[in-house]
């Protein structure tokens, strides 16, 4: 890990930065998606709570997932009511850093089955945050024009942040 994205989650996991070195790095979880498949990966063990390479990434404020490489999810794997959608609602929240580090996600789409919070991210509280991505060519919509959003379904409390989030031909 490079020392200026220990820098960073510093400020984000509550630690102290010494002149050379980091001292007391409290980030649990580092989780990184490197295709579709680690993203399916990632968004069951949310949703299931479950662990994703041995970290627990529900409900888990001290998660930072970065993204390293674009996703394309034309052929992404359903697994919540036929869909891909990260957390259960309430219960199975993403809690953490969603860096996108400059990638996109293209071709996503989500048409609800279920009554609340069709989106890639059903419930997010705590401190989320979600960084430096794009979104291209995506959609969310639930039958009868209900609760359908493209990022968060729910926010459950906390401080959200969206920072460099770009969606286009979406």
Same mark, same amino acid.
């Given at each position: 890990v490079r020392v200026a =994205? +220990?820098?960073a989650r510093s400020a %984000?996991? $509550?630690t102290t930065i010494g002149t050379n070195t980091i001292e007391n790095v409290t980030v649990a979880e580092?989780?990184?998606i490197y295709n579709l498949n680690d993203f399916a990966e990632f968004g069951k063990a949310v949703t299931n709570n479950t662990k994703y390479n041995g970290s627990i990434v529900a409900n888990n404020p001290k998660t930072w997932v970065e993204v390293m490489s674009d996703i394309?999810?034309?052929n992404a794997p359903g %697994?919540? $009511?036929g869909q891909f959608s990260i957390g259960n609602g309430n219960n199975n929240q993403f809690q953490g850093v969603f860096d996108g580090n400059g990638h996109t996600i293209s071709n996503y789409t989500i048409i609800g089955s279920w009554t609340y919070n069709v989106s890639l991210f059903r419930t997010v509280s705590g401190n989320f945050t979600m960084k430096d991505i794009t979104f291209d060519n995506c959609s969310a919509t639930k039958p009868n024009n209900? =609760?359908?959003? +493209?990022l968060v379904g729910t926010i459950g409390g906390g401080t959200i942040t969206f920072d460099n989030v770009d969606i286009k031909n979406s």
């Open positions: =994205e +220990l820098a %984000f996991a $509550g580092i989780v990184y394309d999810m034309t %697994f919540q $009511g209900r =609760e359908a959003s +493209l």
